[in-house]
């Protein structure tokens, strides 16, 4: 997943599914490299379960 292909694993999330090219693009690593935060669509997924195929969010 880079900043020039915004296209990721959506892992179940809904969020990441139906969010625009733009705003899938727009990421941060967060938590010392542990996560990734979109914050234009008000996602976080760790690292392990994006790598391993869960899904882990924050509680809304």
Excluded: F, K, Y
């Amino acid at each position: 997943m880079t900043a020039a292909n915004s296209r990721c694993p959506s892992n179940g999330s809904p969020r990441l599914r139906d969010a625009s090219d733009t705003d899938r693009s727009n990421w941060r690593l967060i938590g010392r490299g542990e996560g990734i935060n979109w914050p234009a669509i008000d996602e976080d997924i760790s690292v392990r379960g994006l790598l391993a195929g869960h899904r882990q969010t924050r509680a809304a």
